[in-house]
């Protein structure tokens, strides 16, 4: 969970009711999670998770999709500061974890649009239970590539990898018997 605090504004004009305003501070709790991601497509009606740049609207939504705190003045947001922003962007792109992957090499790359129906999918398929869906999203994306390698069968290796190894066994046993082979 990120705490975040949103500066008072600065006196305005309100035009309608002919008054100066006031905007109050506020520190807001923001959750980056499955549960704002569903919240976020239902809204606009297409994947978060892609590689389409989104626009100050759409990103600003995202936000409020984040927020745990409750009756948040709507106009709160409008005082977000440009450090504010980077800060929920780090938090965004956090891993969020220990774990690791060694990248290898793949023939095809997988063109599946990810969306959070997708994702509820994959915790259903891999037994992962629907708290997770409150956990920060790269955590559980992480969670279910684990699982997913954890449950596919041992990769084969191929014949040059054989030789390698065999080759390293071998090396190792004449060192620890001091033989020639």
Not at 30 to 35: G, P
Not at 98 to 107: D, S
Not at 129 to 154: A, G, Y
Request: glycine share 2%; hydrophobic share 35%; net charge positive.
């Amino acid at each position: 969970m990120l705490r975040i605090n949103i500066p008072a504004g600065e006196e305005q004009w309100d035009e309608v009711n002919e008054i100066f305003i006031y905007p109050k501070g506020q520190t807001l709790q923001l959750e980056h999670s499955l549960v704002s991601l569903s919240k976020w497509e239902s809204k606009w009606c297409k994947p978060f998770l892609s590689k389409q740049e989104k626009t100050f609207e759409e990103n600003l939504d995202y936000v409020k999709c984040m927020t745990l705190t409750q009756n948040v003045d709507p106009q709160v947001y409008n005082y977000l500061t440009s450090s504010n922003i980077d800060v929920i962007n780090q938090y965004i792109d956090a891993p969020m974890t220990a774990t690791t992957f060694r990248e290898e090499k793949k023939g095809k790359s997988n063109r599946e649009q990810v969306t959070a129906e997708i994702i509820y999918y994959w915790m259903i398929a891999l037994n992962i239970p629907f708290e997770c869906q409150k956990w920060h999203l790269n955590r559980l994306l992480t969670l279910i590539r684990v699982c997913d390698i954890k449950n596919s069968p041992p990769k084969k290796m191929s014949k040059r990898e054989i030789f390698k190894r065999n080759s390293a066994l071998n090396a190792a046993r004449r060192k620890q018997l001091n033989t020639r082979g």
